[in-house]
Protein backbone atom coordinates (compact mmCIF):
# COMPACT_ATOMS: atom_id res chain seq x y z
CA UNK A 1 0.00 0.00 0.00
CA UNK A 2 2.73 2.84 1.05
CA UNK A 3 4.49 1.33 -2.59
CA UNK A 4 1.31 2.52 -4.16
CA UNK A 5 0.80 5.26 -2.59
CA UNK A 6 4.61 6.80 -3.40
CA UNK A 7 3.69 5.91 -7.22
CA UNK A 8 1.01 7.76 -7.22
CA UNK A 9 2.44 10.77 -5.87
CA UNK A 10 5.12 10.70 -7.72
CA UNK A 11 2.89 10.56 -10.69
CA UNK A 12 1.36 13.46 -9.83
CA UNK A 13 4.03 15.55 -9.35
CA UNK A 14 5.54 14.43 -12.73
CA UNK A 15 2.14 15.51 -14.26
CA UNK A 16 2.62 18.51 -12.04
CA UNK A 17 5.45 19.57 -13.77
CA UNK A 18 4.60 18.61 -17.41
CA UNK A 19 1.62 21.02 -17.03
CA UNK A 20 3.97 23.46 -16.12
CA UNK A 21 6.52 22.33 -19.46
CA UNK A 22 3.45 22.45 -21.93
CA UNK A 23 2.92 25.79 -21.05
CA UNK A 24 5.77 27.40 -21.10
CA UNK A 25 7.52 29.55 -23.19
CA UNK A 26 11.49 29.45 -22.68
CA UNK A 27 14.28 29.16 -25.15
CA UNK A 28 16.60 27.78 -21.76
CA UNK A 29 17.81 24.40 -22.88
CA UNK A 30 18.41 22.73 -19.50
CA UNK A 31 14.27 21.80 -20.03
CA UNK A 32 15.45 19.12 -22.83
CA UNK A 33 15.69 17.01 -20.08
CA UNK A 34 12.50 17.02 -19.10
CA UNK A 35 11.49 13.72 -20.85
CA UNK A 36 10.71 10.12 -19.59
CA UNK A 37 8.45 9.06 -16.68
CA UNK A 38 11.51 9.42 -13.53
CA UNK A 39 11.20 13.02 -13.55
CA UNK A 40 14.40 12.78 -10.53
CA UNK A 41 16.70 12.52 -13.58
CA UNK A 42 15.72 15.88 -14.99
CA UNK A 43 17.64 18.74 -14.36
CA UNK A 44 16.46 21.56 -12.28
CA UNK A 45 14.35 18.68 -10.39
CA UNK A 46 15.75 17.25 -7.27
CA UNK A 47 13.95 14.45 -5.08
CA UNK A 48 14.17 12.78 -1.88
CA UNK A 49 16.23 9.75 -1.90
CA UNK A 50 13.93 7.76 0.13
CA UNK A 51 10.42 8.76 -0.45
CA UNK A 52 11.20 9.84 -4.28
CA UNK A 53 9.11 12.98 -3.77
CA UNK A 54 10.38 16.08 -5.66
CA UNK A 55 12.17 18.35 -2.73
CA UNK A 56 13.40 20.96 -4.65
CA UNK A 57 13.05 22.75 -8.35
CA UNK A 58 15.14 25.54 -9.53
CA UNK A 59 13.56 27.56 -12.75
CA UNK A 60 15.63 30.61 -11.84
CA UNK A 61 16.64 32.65 -14.81
CA UNK A 62 14.13 30.56 -17.25
CA UNK A 63 13.75 33.11 -18.95
CA UNK A 64 9.62 32.68 -17.57
CA UNK A 65 7.40 35.05 -18.25
CA UNK A 66 3.76 33.87 -18.12
CA UNK A 67 1.66 33.35 -14.84
CA UNK A 68 2.73 29.78 -12.82
CA UNK A 69 0.31 27.55 -13.45
CA UNK A 70 -1.72 26.04 -10.27
CA UNK A 71 -0.52 22.67 -10.99
CA UNK A 72 2.80 23.22 -9.30
CA UNK A 73 0.81 23.31 -6.11
CA UNK A 74 0.56 19.53 -6.39
CA UNK A 75 4.41 19.60 -5.44
CA UNK A 76 3.23 19.28 -2.07
CA UNK A 77 7.00 18.06 -0.71
CA UNK A 78 8.74 20.96 -1.94
CA UNK A 79 11.44 22.41 0.45
CA UNK A 80 13.30 24.52 -1.74
CA UNK A 81 11.59 26.61 -4.87
CA UNK A 82 13.76 29.43 -6.80
CA UNK A 83 11.96 31.33 -9.35
CA UNK A 84 14.41 34.52 -9.49
CA UNK A 85 14.85 36.23 -12.55
CA UNK A 86 12.05 35.70 -14.43
CA UNK A 87 9.52 37.92 -15.99
CA UNK A 88 6.56 36.98 -14.57
CA UNK A 89 4.67 40.24 -16.43
CA UNK A 90 4.01 41.50 -13.16
CA UNK A 91 1.43 39.37 -11.78
CA UNK A 92 0.46 38.51 -8.08
CA UNK A 93 2.39 36.02 -6.12
CA UNK A 94 0.87 32.84 -6.58
CA UNK A 95 -1.37 31.86 -2.98
CA UNK A 96 -0.90 27.78 -3.59
CA UNK A 97 3.21 28.37 -2.88
CA UNK A 98 1.63 28.94 0.75
CA UNK A 99 0.31 25.18 0.96
CA UNK A 100 4.21 24.12 0.96
CA UNK A 101 4.60 23.39 4.22
CA UNK A 102 7.44 21.59 4.06
CA UNK A 103 9.32 25.11 2.79
CA UNK A 104 12.81 25.84 3.70
CA UNK A 105 14.04 27.90 0.44
CA UNK A 106 11.86 30.55 -1.29
CA UNK A 107 13.71 32.74 -4.00
CA UNK A 108 11.22 34.66 -5.57
CA UNK A 109 13.64 37.87 -6.50
CA UNK A 110 13.54 39.78 -9.56
CA UNK A 111 10.89 37.97 -11.39
CA UNK A 112 8.56 41.09 -11.47
CA UNK A 113 5.67 40.07 -9.16
CA UNK A 114 3.78 43.28 -7.86
CA UNK A 115 1.30 44.15 -5.93
CA UNK A 116 0.53 42.34 -2.32
CA UNK A 117 2.50 39.45 -1.17
CA UNK A 118 -0.13 36.57 -0.30
CA UNK A 119 -1.18 36.07 3.43
CA UNK A 120 -0.65 32.47 2.48
CA UNK A 121 2.57 33.03 2.42
CA UNK A 122 2.28 33.01 6.32
CA UNK A 123 1.64 29.33 6.06
CA UNK A 124 5.64 28.75 5.65
CA UNK A 125 6.59 28.40 9.31
CA UNK A 126 9.46 26.21 8.51
CA UNK A 127 11.85 28.72 6.00
CA UNK A 128 14.79 28.99 6.70
CA UNK A 129 15.81 31.89 3.67
CA UNK A 130 13.41 33.86 2.09
CA UNK A 131 14.16 36.38 -1.01
CA UNK A 132 11.36 38.77 -2.36
CA UNK A 133 13.98 41.50 -3.60
CA UNK A 134 13.67 43.50 -6.81
CA UNK A 135 10.12 43.09 -6.78
CA UNK A 136 7.45 45.65 -7.53
CA UNK A 137 5.20 45.55 -4.01
CA UNK A 138 4.40 49.25 -4.60
CA UNK A 139 2.20 50.64 -1.62
CA UNK A 140 2.48 47.36 0.44
CA UNK A 141 4.01 47.54 3.97
CA UNK A 142 6.02 44.74 4.83
CA UNK A 143 3.91 41.07 5.97
CA UNK A 144 3.81 40.86 9.94
CA UNK A 145 3.56 37.30 9.63
CA UNK A 146 6.95 37.29 8.39
CA UNK A 147 7.67 37.75 12.22
CA UNK A 148 6.19 34.45 12.64
CA UNK A 149 9.16 32.48 10.51
CA UNK A 150 10.50 31.00 14.03
CA UNK A 151 13.58 29.54 11.71
CA UNK A 152 14.12 32.06 9.28
CA UNK A 153 18.08 33.38 8.76
CA UNK A 154 18.08 35.21 5.59
CA UNK A 155 15.18 37.51 4.56
CA UNK A 156 16.16 39.68 1.99
CA UNK A 157 13.21 42.33 0.93
CA UNK A 158 15.51 44.73 -1.05
CA UNK A 159 14.82 46.98 -4.15
CA UNK A 160 10.86 45.97 -3.39
CA UNK A 161 8.86 49.14 -2.80
CA UNK A 162 8.13 48.68 0.74
CA UNK A 163 6.96 51.41 2.61
CA UNK A 164 6.43 53.15 5.93
CA UNK A 165 7.29 51.35 9.25
CA UNK A 166 9.41 48.43 9.84
CA UNK A 167 6.75 45.62 11.42
CA UNK A 168 7.82 44.89 15.19
CA UNK A 169 6.93 41.41 14.61
CA UNK A 170 10.22 41.30 12.69
CA UNK A 171 11.84 41.51 16.26
CA UNK A 172 10.56 37.89 17.18
CA UNK A 173 13.41 36.49 14.29
CA UNK A 174 15.90 35.16 16.96
CA UNK A 175 17.46 33.21 14.28
CA UNK A 176 17.90 35.47 11.72
CA UNK A 177 21.39 36.76 10.94
CA UNK A 178 20.80 38.42 7.80
CA UNK A 179 18.51 41.21 7.18
CA UNK A 180 18.27 43.61 4.06
CA UNK A 181 15.54 46.71 3.44
CA UNK A 182 18.07 48.17 1.14
CA UNK A 183 16.69 50.50 -1.28
CA UNK A 184 12.82 50.84 -0.59
CA UNK A 185 10.59 53.74 0.65
CA UNK A 186 11.38 52.84 4.56
CA UNK A 187 10.58 55.90 6.90
CA UNK A 188 10.45 54.01 10.33
CA UNK A 189 12.44 51.82 12.62
CA UNK A 190 9.75 51.55 14.85
CA UNK A 191 10.56 48.70 17.91
CA UNK A 192 11.67 45.44 15.71
CA UNK A 193 15.48 45.43 16.79
CA UNK A 194 14.66 45.64 20.55
CA UNK A 195 12.98 41.95 20.18
CA UNK A 196 15.08 38.29 20.22
CA UNK A 197 16.42 39.51 16.88
CA UNK A 198 18.94 41.85 18.75
CA UNK A 199 21.33 38.64 19.92
CA UNK A 200 21.17 37.04 16.40
CA UNK A 201 21.54 39.57 13.43
CA UNK A 202 24.40 40.12 11.92
CA UNK A 203 23.67 41.92 8.94
CA UNK A 204 21.68 44.92 8.59
CA UNK A 205 21.38 46.73 5.06
CA UNK A 206 19.48 49.70 5.74
CA UNK A 207 20.64 51.54 3.05
CA UNK A 208 18.24 54.05 0.50
CA UNK A 209 15.19 54.55 2.44
CA UNK A 210 13.90 57.33 3.28
CA UNK A 211 14.73 56.99 7.61
CA UNK A 212 15.48 60.50 9.03
CA UNK A 213 15.89 61.96 12.59
CA UNK A 214 19.10 60.84 14.81
CA UNK A 215 20.34 57.30 14.85
CA UNK A 216 18.46 55.05 17.68
CA UNK A 217 20.44 54.18 20.35
CA UNK A 218 19.46 50.46 20.87
CA UNK A 219 21.58 50.40 17.72
CA UNK A 220 24.25 49.32 20.35
CA UNK A 221 22.46 46.79 21.59
CA UNK A 222 22.58 44.72 18.13
CA UNK A 223 25.95 43.07 20.17
CA UNK A 224 26.59 40.27 17.20
CA UNK A 225 25.91 42.86 14.40
CA UNK A 226 28.98 42.69 12.21
CA UNK A 227 27.65 44.58 8.94
CA UNK A 228 25.66 47.65 9.40
CA UNK A 229 24.73 50.05 6.48
CA UNK A 230 22.65 53.43 6.98
CA UNK A 231 23.81 54.59 3.99
CA UNK A 232 21.73 57.18 1.82
CA UNK A 233 19.12 57.94 4.23
CA UNK A 234 18.45 61.21 6.23
CA UNK A 235 19.65 60.78 9.51
CA UNK A 236 20.72 63.87 11.66
CA UNK A 237 22.83 63.87 14.42
CA UNK A 238 25.92 62.77 15.58
CA UNK A 239 27.46 59.63 15.20
CA UNK A 240 26.47 58.06 18.86
CA UNK A 241 28.37 56.49 21.76
CA UNK A 242 26.42 53.78 21.45
CA UNK A 243 27.63 52.50 18.29
CA UNK A 244 31.11 51.49 20.28
CA UNK A 245 28.86 49.09 21.67
CA UNK A 246 29.16 46.87 18.75
CA UNK A 247 32.03 44.80 19.58
CA UNK A 248 31.65 42.44 16.57
CA UNK A 249 31.20 45.43 13.84
CA UNK A 250 33.43 44.97 11.10
CA UNK A 251 31.81 47.28 8.22
CA UNK A 252 29.72 50.55 9.24
CA UNK A 253 28.59 52.82 6.81
CA UNK A 254 26.70 55.91 7.32
CA UNK A 255 27.60 58.01 4.23
CA UNK A 256 25.52 60.04 2.28
CA UNK A 257 22.83 61.17 5.30
CA UNK A 258 22.48 64.36 6.98
CA UNK A 259 24.88 63.96 10.18
CA UNK A 260 25.59 67.07 11.54
CA UNK A 261 27.33 66.65 14.70
CA UNK A 262 30.43 64.91 16.02
CA UNK A 263 31.57 61.49 16.13
CA UNK A 264 32.36 59.63 19.44
CA UNK A 265 35.43 58.61 20.47
CA UNK A 266 33.83 55.23 21.60
CA UNK A 267 34.28 54.01 17.61
CA UNK A 268 38.23 53.58 18.67
CA UNK A 269 37.10 50.59 20.64
CA UNK A 270 35.56 48.73 17.76
CA UNK A 271 38.36 46.24 17.23
CA UNK A 272 37.35 43.86 14.84
CA UNK A 273 36.23 46.96 12.04
CA UNK A 274 37.38 47.02 8.91
CA UNK A 275 35.78 49.56 6.93
CA UNK A 276 34.72 53.19 8.32
CA UNK A 277 32.62 54.76 6.02
CA UNK A 278 31.13 58.20 6.82
CA UNK A 279 31.63 60.20 3.78
CA UNK A 280 28.97 62.86 2.02
CA UNK A 281 27.35 64.08 5.85
CA UNK A 282 28.02 67.61 7.34
CA UNK A 283 29.83 65.73 10.50
CA UNK A 284 31.84 68.84 12.33
CA UNK A 285 34.58 68.26 15.37
CA UNK A 286 37.98 66.90 16.00
CA UNK A 287 38.99 63.24 15.35
CA UNK A 288 42.31 62.53 17.82
CA UNK A 289 44.50 59.09 18.19
CA UNK A 290 41.96 58.36 20.56
CA UNK A 291 39.04 57.68 17.66
CA UNK A 292 41.32 55.13 16.08
CA UNK A 293 43.26 53.56 19.37
CA UNK A 294 42.08 49.85 18.65
CA UNK A 295 41.55 49.63 15.33
CA UNK A 296 43.79 47.19 14.71
CA UNK A 297 42.26 45.88 11.79
CA UNK A 298 41.01 48.64 9.78
CA UNK A 299 41.79 48.58 5.79
CA UNK A 300 39.32 51.24 4.42
CA UNK A 301 38.47 54.50 6.04
CA UNK A 302 36.49 57.13 4.11
CA UNK A 303 35.45 60.57 5.81
CA UNK A 304 35.38 62.24 2.64
CA UNK A 305 32.91 65.77 2.02
CA UNK A 306 32.51 66.24 5.47
CA UNK A 307 34.11 69.02 8.02
CA UNK A 308 35.92 67.15 10.01
CA UNK A 309 39.77 67.78 11.96
CA UNK A 310 42.25 65.03 11.79
CA UNK A 311 44.69 66.01 14.85
CA UNK A 312 47.23 64.03 15.08
CA UNK A 313 50.24 64.41 16.88
CA UNK A 314 53.38 64.08 14.86
CA UNK A 315 54.61 60.61 15.82
CA UNK A 316 51.74 58.78 15.91
CA UNK A 317 51.97 55.62 15.03
CA UNK A 318 48.91 53.97 13.47
CA UNK A 319 47.85 50.29 15.10
CA UNK A 320 46.32 49.71 11.31
CA UNK A 321 47.60 49.03 7.73
CA UNK A 322 44.94 50.57 5.40
CA UNK A 323 44.30 49.82 1.78
CA UNK A 324 42.09 52.99 1.27
CA UNK A 325 42.25 56.30 2.46
CA UNK A 326 39.66 59.46 1.78
CA UNK A 327 39.95 62.40 3.39
CA UNK A 328 39.09 65.16 0.82
CA UNK A 329 37.35 68.25 2.44
CA UNK A 330 38.53 67.20 5.89
CA UNK A 331 41.66 69.26 7.81
CA UNK A 332 44.34 67.01 7.81
CA UNK A 333 47.21 70.39 7.94
CA UNK A 334 48.67 72.59 7.86
CA UNK A 335 51.79 70.10 8.36
CA UNK A 336 51.76 67.31 5.81
CA UNK A 337 50.86 64.22 7.67
CA UNK A 338 53.65 62.25 8.95
CA UNK A 339 51.74 59.04 9.76
CA UNK A 340 51.30 58.10 6.68
CA UNK A 341 54.83 57.36 6.32
CA UNK A 342 53.45 54.25 8.18
CA UNK A 343 51.20 53.11 5.93
CA UNK A 344 52.57 49.89 3.48
CA UNK A 345 49.51 48.71 1.95
CA UNK A 346 47.72 51.62 0.47
CA UNK A 347 46.37 50.99 -2.98
CA UNK A 348 44.33 54.53 -2.70
CA UNK A 349 45.48 58.01 -1.09
CA UNK A 350 42.82 61.00 -1.38
CA UNK A 351 43.70 63.69 0.45
CA UNK A 352 42.40 66.75 -1.85
CA UNK A 353 41.15 70.16 -0.10
CA UNK A 354 42.78 68.80 2.80
CA UNK A 355 44.41 71.87 4.49
CA UNK A 356 48.23 71.06 4.05
CA UNK A 357 50.21 73.65 3.20
CA UNK A 358 53.61 72.19 3.19
CA UNK A 359 56.15 70.66 1.05
CA UNK A 360 55.82 66.80 0.05
CA UNK A 361 58.48 65.25 2.56
CA UNK A 362 61.53 63.61 1.16
CA UNK A 363 60.32 60.23 2.43
CA UNK A 364 57.46 60.20 0.14
CA UNK A 365 58.99 60.12 -2.60
CA UNK A 366 61.87 57.93 -1.52
CA UNK A 367 63.20 55.83 -4.41
CA UNK A 368 65.15 53.31 -1.73
CA UNK A 369 62.75 50.31 -1.65
CA UNK A 370 63.77 49.65 1.52
CA UNK A 371 62.22 52.80 3.12
CA UNK A 372 58.77 52.81 4.54
CA UNK A 373 57.84 55.64 2.60
CA UNK A 374 54.56 55.57 0.44
CA UNK A 375 56.49 55.69 -3.03
CA UNK A 376 58.25 53.48 -3.77
CA UNK A 377 55.84 50.77 -3.71
CA UNK A 378 55.97 46.88 -3.87
CA UNK A 379 54.70 45.20 -7.10
CA UNK A 380 52.19 43.05 -5.12
CA UNK A 381 50.59 46.35 -3.59
CA UNK A 382 50.13 48.90 -6.78
CA UNK A 383 49.46 52.27 -5.92
CA UNK A 384 46.28 52.78 -7.47
CA UNK A 385 44.67 56.44 -6.81
CA UNK A 386 46.99 59.06 -5.33
CA UNK A 387 45.56 62.68 -5.54
CA UNK A 388 47.10 64.98 -3.33
CA UNK A 389 45.01 68.24 -5.40
CA UNK A 390 43.40 71.63 -4.15
CA UNK A 391 46.21 72.13 -0.94
CA UNK A 392 49.17 74.46 -1.14
CA UNK A 393 51.63 71.62 -1.52
CA UNK A 394 55.27 73.62 -1.87
CA UNK A 395 58.41 72.37 -4.00
CA UNK A 396 59.83 70.23 -6.66
CA UNK A 397 58.68 67.04 -8.11
CA UNK A 398 61.61 64.40 -8.37
CA UNK A 399 63.44 62.76 -12.05
CA UNK A 400 62.63 59.64 -9.96
CA UNK A 401 59.09 60.29 -9.95
CA UNK A 402 59.61 58.96 -13.35
CA UNK A 403 60.24 55.63 -12.17
CA UNK A 404 56.85 54.67 -11.07
CA UNK A 405 56.71 51.57 -12.93
CA UNK A 406 58.92 49.85 -11.21
CA UNK A 407 57.43 51.13 -7.96
CA UNK A 408 54.38 48.99 -8.14
CA UNK A 409 52.11 51.20 -10.42
CA UNK A 410 50.32 48.17 -12.27
CA UNK A 411 49.85 49.31 -16.12
CA UNK A 412 47.05 46.77 -16.05
CA UNK A 413 44.97 49.08 -13.64
CA UNK A 414 43.27 52.09 -14.25
CA UNK A 415 46.01 54.64 -12.26
CA UNK A 416 45.09 58.25 -11.33
CA UNK A 417 47.31 60.99 -9.79
CA UNK A 418 45.99 63.99 -9.32
CA UNK A 419 48.57 66.92 -7.93
CA UNK A 420 46.87 70.01 -9.49
CA UNK A 421 45.95 72.93 -7.75
CA UNK A 422 48.89 73.75 -5.48
CA UNK A 423 52.29 75.07 -5.54
CA UNK A 424 54.83 72.71 -7.23
CA UNK A 425 57.69 74.45 -9.03
CA UNK A 426 60.34 73.77 -10.75
CA UNK A 427 60.63 71.87 -14.14
CA UNK A 428 58.83 68.80 -15.30
CA UNK A 429 60.88 65.96 -15.19
CA UNK A 430 61.06 64.13 -18.71
CA UNK A 431 61.42 60.97 -17.00
CA UNK A 432 57.49 61.73 -16.63
CA UNK A 433 57.04 59.64 -20.16
CA UNK A 434 58.25 56.50 -18.29
CA UNK A 435 55.37 56.06 -16.63
CA UNK A 436 53.39 53.54 -19.06
CA UNK A 437 50.90 52.68 -17.02
CA UNK A 438 48.86 56.01 -15.78
CA UNK A 439 45.42 56.75 -17.19
CA UNK A 440 45.42 59.71 -15.86
CA UNK A 441 47.66 62.31 -14.72
CA UNK A 442 46.91 65.74 -13.54
CA UNK A 443 49.78 68.50 -12.87
CA UNK A 444 47.82 71.49 -13.57
CA UNK A 445 47.41 75.06 -12.16
CA UNK A 446 50.65 74.45 -10.39
CA UNK A 447 54.01 76.67 -10.94
CA UNK A 448 55.55 73.87 -13.01
CA UNK A 449 57.99 75.01 -16.01
CA UNK A 450 58.99 72.50 -19.23
CA UNK A 451 58.40 71.14 -22.15
CA UNK A 452 56.76 67.83 -21.35
CA UNK A 453 53.75 68.34 -23.48
CA UNK A 454 56.73 67.86 -26.93
CA UNK A 455 57.75 64.84 -25.18
CA UNK A 456 54.26 63.41 -24.32
CA UNK A 457 53.02 63.47 -28.23
CA UNK A 458 56.52 61.89 -29.51
CA UNK A 459 56.00 59.13 -26.60
CA UNK A 460 52.22 58.95 -24.56
CA UNK A 461 52.23 58.39 -21.01
CA UNK A 462 49.70 55.28 -22.17
CA UNK A 463 47.09 53.57 -24.35
CA UNK A 464 44.66 55.34 -22.60
CA UNK A 465 45.98 57.89 -20.47
CA UNK A 466 45.28 61.39 -20.19
CA UNK A 467 47.27 64.46 -19.08
CA UNK A 468 46.69 67.78 -18.20
CA UNK A 469 49.33 69.80 -17.62
Known amino acids: MLYLLLVLAAQTEREALLVFLRGLHSTVNDFSSWLGK ?13 TGHVVSLDLSFSQLYERIPDQLG ?53 LQALDLSGNEFQYSTIPEFIGSFKELNYLDLSFS ?78 VLDSLGRLSSLQHLDIS ?23 NNNFLVGVL ?106 SGVIPRNFGNLSIWGFDSSLPTIMNLSRNGLSGSIPEELTNLTGLAVLDLSKNNLIGALLELILQQPLGKNSSQRL
Open 161 to 238: HFFRKIPDQLGNLSKLHTLDLNGNELNELGESFSGCIRNSLQELNLSANSLSGDIPDWIGGLKSLKILDLSRNSLSGS
Open 256 to 278: YNCLNGTVSESLGQLNELVSLTL
Open 288 to 393: TEHHFANLTRLKSVDLSGNSLVLNMSSNWVPPFQLDYISTSSCTLGPRFPSWLLTQETLTSLKLSFAGISDSIPNWFWNSNTSSFGLIPRTEDIPLQILDLSSNKL
Open 38 to 50: DCCKWNRVGCDNA
Open 74 to 126: NLSRLQTLDLSGNEFQYSTIPEFIGSFKELKYLDLSFSHFFRKIPDQLGNLSR
